[in-house]
Protein backbone atom coordinates (compact mmCIF):
# COMPACT_ATOMS: atom_id res chain seq x y z
CA UNK A 1 0.00 0.00 0.00
CA UNK A 2 1.55 3.39 -1.06
CA UNK A 3 1.70 5.65 2.06
CA UNK A 4 3.73 8.67 3.59
CA UNK A 5 4.21 7.87 7.72
CA UNK A 6 4.73 10.19 10.23
CA UNK A 7 6.23 10.07 13.58
CA UNK A 8 5.30 10.92 16.08
CA UNK A 9 1.42 11.23 15.54
CA UNK A 10 1.53 14.02 19.00
CA UNK A 11 4.54 15.58 20.52
CA UNK A 12 4.56 17.59 23.54
CA UNK A 13 7.55 19.52 24.51
CA UNK A 14 9.33 22.57 25.84
CA UNK A 15 10.87 25.45 24.74
CA UNK A 16 14.29 24.54 23.40
CA UNK A 17 14.18 20.85 23.66
CA UNK A 18 14.94 19.80 20.23
CA UNK A 19 13.57 17.11 18.23
CA UNK A 20 13.17 15.82 15.58
CA UNK A 21 9.83 14.41 13.28
CA UNK A 22 10.08 11.52 10.97
CA UNK A 23 8.83 10.87 7.08
CA UNK A 24 8.88 7.74 5.04
CA UNK A 25 7.55 6.93 1.57
CA UNK A 26 7.31 4.04 0.16
CA UNK A 27 6.54 5.13 -3.45
CA UNK A 28 10.32 5.67 -4.75
CA UNK A 29 9.09 9.41 -5.09
CA UNK A 30 12.06 11.88 -6.14
CA UNK A 31 9.85 14.92 -4.59
CA UNK A 32 9.22 15.23 -0.91
CA UNK A 33 8.00 18.57 1.69
CA UNK A 34 7.17 19.50 4.52
CA UNK A 35 4.20 21.68 5.21
CA UNK A 36 2.61 23.32 8.13
CA UNK A 37 -1.08 23.85 9.02
CA UNK A 38 -2.42 26.47 11.20
CA UNK A 39 -6.00 28.14 12.07
CA UNK A 40 -6.35 31.04 9.60
CA UNK A 41 -3.16 30.87 7.43
CA UNK A 42 -3.79 27.96 5.99
CA UNK A 43 -1.20 25.33 4.63
CA UNK A 44 2.65 26.83 4.11
CA UNK A 45 5.35 25.10 2.87
CA UNK A 46 8.67 24.58 5.02
CA UNK A 47 10.85 22.81 3.08
CA UNK A 48 10.99 20.70 0.18
CA UNK A 49 13.40 18.34 -1.67
CA UNK A 50 13.47 17.16 -5.34
CA UNK A 51 16.07 14.41 -4.91
CA UNK A 52 18.32 13.21 -2.43
CA UNK A 53 20.43 15.67 -1.12
CA UNK A 54 18.42 18.22 -3.27
CA UNK A 55 16.68 20.77 -0.52
CA UNK A 56 15.35 24.19 -0.65
CA UNK A 57 13.33 26.64 1.29
CA UNK A 58 10.13 26.77 1.01
CA UNK A 59 7.65 29.89 2.41
CA UNK A 60 8.17 29.17 6.25
CA UNK A 61 12.13 28.21 6.66
CA UNK A 62 12.90 29.52 9.28
CA UNK A 63 13.40 27.94 12.66
CA UNK A 64 13.62 24.51 10.82
CA UNK A 65 15.86 22.23 9.38
CA UNK A 66 15.24 19.41 6.94
CA UNK A 67 18.02 16.58 5.17
CA UNK A 68 17.49 14.02 2.44
CA UNK A 69 19.91 10.99 2.76
CA UNK A 70 18.07 8.66 0.81
CA UNK A 71 15.13 8.98 -1.13
CA UNK A 72 12.33 7.72 1.24
CA UNK A 73 13.47 9.68 3.95
CA UNK A 74 12.82 13.39 4.68
CA UNK A 75 12.75 14.12 8.58
CA UNK A 76 12.13 17.76 10.26
CA UNK A 77 14.63 18.86 12.55
CA UNK A 78 13.35 21.82 14.83
CA UNK A 79 17.29 22.32 16.99
CA UNK A 80 15.65 24.89 19.21
CA UNK A 81 11.71 24.75 19.02
CA UNK A 82 9.44 27.95 20.44
CA UNK A 83 5.79 28.29 21.11
CA UNK A 84 5.14 29.97 17.47
CA UNK A 85 5.79 26.77 16.15
CA UNK A 86 3.02 25.18 17.82
CA UNK A 87 0.90 23.92 14.65
CA UNK A 88 0.07 20.75 13.02
CA UNK A 89 2.19 19.58 10.25
CA UNK A 90 2.35 17.53 6.99
CA UNK A 91 4.89 15.53 4.83
CA UNK A 92 4.28 14.66 1.46
CA UNK A 93 5.70 13.10 -1.51
CA UNK A 94 4.71 13.94 -5.47
CA UNK A 95 4.91 12.23 -8.62
CA UNK A 96 4.80 13.45 -11.97
CA UNK A 97 4.64 10.64 -14.58
CA UNK A 98 3.21 10.09 -18.05
CA UNK A 99 1.06 13.31 -17.61
CA UNK A 100 -0.33 11.89 -14.15
CA UNK A 101 0.24 13.91 -10.86
CA UNK A 102 0.65 11.33 -7.67
CA UNK A 103 0.59 12.99 -4.64
CA UNK A 104 0.70 11.60 -0.90
CA UNK A 105 0.26 13.24 2.53
CA UNK A 106 1.57 11.76 5.74
CA UNK A 107 -1.22 11.50 8.43
CA UNK A 108 -0.14 14.99 10.27
CA UNK A 109 1.77 15.49 13.14
CA UNK A 110 0.78 17.72 16.18
CA UNK A 111 3.00 19.44 17.81
CA UNK A 112 2.67 21.74 21.08
CA UNK A 113 5.60 23.81 22.44
CA UNK A 114 5.07 25.31 25.82
CA UNK B 1 -2.26 41.47 -2.16
CA UNK B 2 -2.01 37.71 -0.89
CA UNK B 3 -0.07 35.27 -3.63
CA UNK B 4 -3.04 33.18 -3.79
CA UNK B 5 -6.38 34.03 -2.90
CA UNK B 6 -9.58 32.19 -2.26
CA UNK B 7 -13.14 32.92 -0.43
CA UNK B 8 -12.75 31.01 2.87
CA UNK B 9 -16.69 30.60 2.78
CA UNK B 10 -18.59 28.72 3.52
CA UNK B 11 -19.73 27.79 0.47
CA UNK B 12 -23.30 26.14 0.50
CA UNK B 13 -24.87 24.15 -2.53
CA UNK B 14 -27.84 22.27 -2.47
CA UNK B 15 -27.32 18.77 -3.44
CA UNK B 16 -26.87 18.11 -6.89
CA UNK B 17 -25.98 21.70 -7.94
CA UNK B 18 -22.55 22.68 -9.29
CA UNK B 19 -20.28 23.88 -6.60
CA UNK B 20 -18.24 26.35 -7.93
CA UNK B 21 -14.50 27.28 -6.46
CA UNK B 22 -12.07 30.09 -7.15
CA UNK B 23 -8.72 31.26 -6.75
CA UNK B 24 -6.83 33.70 -8.19
CA UNK B 25 -3.28 34.19 -7.99
CA UNK B 26 -0.61 37.07 -8.56
CA UNK B 27 2.53 35.38 -10.11
CA UNK B 28 2.09 35.86 -13.36
CA UNK B 29 5.28 33.31 -13.86
CA UNK B 30 3.20 30.61 -12.63
CA UNK B 31 2.51 26.81 -14.44
CA UNK B 32 1.42 24.42 -12.26
CA UNK B 33 -1.95 24.65 -10.59
CA UNK B 34 -3.42 22.15 -8.37
CA UNK B 35 -6.50 21.59 -6.25
CA UNK B 36 -6.61 19.85 -3.01
CA UNK B 37 -9.81 18.44 -0.97
CA UNK B 38 -9.61 18.00 2.94
CA UNK B 39 -11.72 16.53 5.06
CA UNK B 40 -12.18 18.23 8.82
CA UNK B 41 -9.40 16.34 10.62
CA UNK B 42 -7.77 15.06 7.74
CA UNK B 43 -4.65 15.20 5.77
CA UNK B 44 -5.01 17.18 1.94
CA UNK B 45 -5.41 15.00 -1.09
CA UNK B 46 -4.84 15.89 -4.22
CA UNK B 47 -7.84 16.24 -7.10
CA UNK B 48 -6.88 17.80 -9.34
CA UNK B 49 -3.91 19.25 -11.39
CA UNK B 50 -4.19 21.65 -14.34
CA UNK B 51 -0.92 23.13 -16.65
CA UNK B 52 -2.61 24.66 -19.67
CA UNK B 53 -5.41 27.33 -20.06
CA UNK B 54 -8.88 25.98 -20.62
CA UNK B 55 -11.20 23.72 -18.75
CA UNK B 56 -9.69 19.52 -17.74
CA UNK B 57 -11.72 17.57 -16.91
CA UNK B 58 -11.85 14.34 -14.16
CA UNK B 59 -15.33 12.30 -13.16
CA UNK B 60 -17.21 15.03 -11.72
CA UNK B 61 -14.34 17.75 -11.34
CA UNK B 62 -13.66 20.16 -13.75
CA UNK B 63 -10.57 22.89 -13.34
CA UNK B 64 -10.33 25.57 -15.27
CA UNK B 65 -7.40 27.67 -15.94
CA UNK B 66 -7.43 31.50 -17.71
CA UNK B 67 -3.77 32.94 -17.17
CA UNK B 68 -4.41 36.06 -18.47
CA UNK B 69 -6.85 36.66 -15.53
CA UNK B 70 -4.61 34.92 -13.61
CA UNK B 71 -7.91 32.65 -12.19
CA UNK B 72 -7.77 28.88 -11.81
CA UNK B 73 -11.53 27.54 -10.41
CA UNK B 74 -12.89 23.94 -10.08
CA UNK B 75 -16.04 23.02 -10.53
CA UNK B 76 -17.83 19.58 -8.87
CA UNK B 77 -20.96 18.94 -10.94
CA UNK B 78 -23.75 17.05 -8.99
CA UNK B 79 -22.38 17.95 -5.41
CA UNK B 80 -23.05 14.92 -2.65
CA UNK B 81 -23.07 15.89 0.33
CA UNK B 82 -20.04 13.52 0.88
CA UNK B 83 -18.33 16.44 -0.99
CA UNK B 84 -18.43 18.67 2.18
CA UNK B 85 -14.69 19.60 2.84
CA UNK B 86 -12.21 22.16 1.95
CA UNK B 87 -10.67 22.70 -1.18
CA UNK B 88 -7.14 23.98 -1.04
CA UNK B 89 -5.85 25.95 -4.18
CA UNK B 90 -1.90 25.67 -5.06
CA UNK B 91 0.16 27.60 -7.12
CA UNK B 92 3.72 26.44 -8.19
CA UNK B 93 6.02 29.41 -8.05
CA UNK B 94 8.79 28.46 -9.79
CA UNK B 95 6.96 28.54 -13.20
CA UNK B 96 8.13 25.09 -14.17
CA UNK B 97 5.78 21.74 -15.09
CA UNK B 98 7.61 20.37 -11.57
CA UNK B 99 6.70 20.70 -8.19
CA UNK B 100 8.94 23.31 -6.06
CA UNK B 101 8.01 25.43 -4.01
CA UNK B 102 3.79 25.63 -3.55
CA UNK B 103 1.82 28.45 -2.41
CA UNK B 104 -1.42 27.36 -0.97
CA UNK B 105 -4.43 29.93 -0.74
CA UNK B 106 -6.31 29.79 2.44
CA UNK B 107 -9.30 27.02 1.57
CA UNK B 108 -12.81 27.47 0.67
CA UNK B 109 -15.39 25.64 2.81
CA UNK B 110 -17.69 23.61 1.12
CA UNK B 111 -21.57 22.82 2.66
CA UNK B 112 -23.37 20.19 0.63
CA UNK B 113 -26.74 20.53 2.00
CA UNK B 114 -29.31 17.61 1.59
Known sequence: EAQVTQNPRYLITVTGKKLTVTCSQNMNHEYMSWYRQDPGLGLRQIYYSMNVEVTDKGDVPEGYKVSRKEKRNFPLILESPSPNQTSLYFCASYLRASGTDTQYFGPGTRLTVL | ?114
Open chain 2, 1 to 114: QKEVEQNSGPLSVPEGAIASLNCTYSDRGSQSFFWYRQYSGKSPELIMSIYSNGDKEDGRFTAQLNKASQYVSLLIRDSQPSDSATYLCAVNKLGSSNTGKLIFGQGTTLQVKP
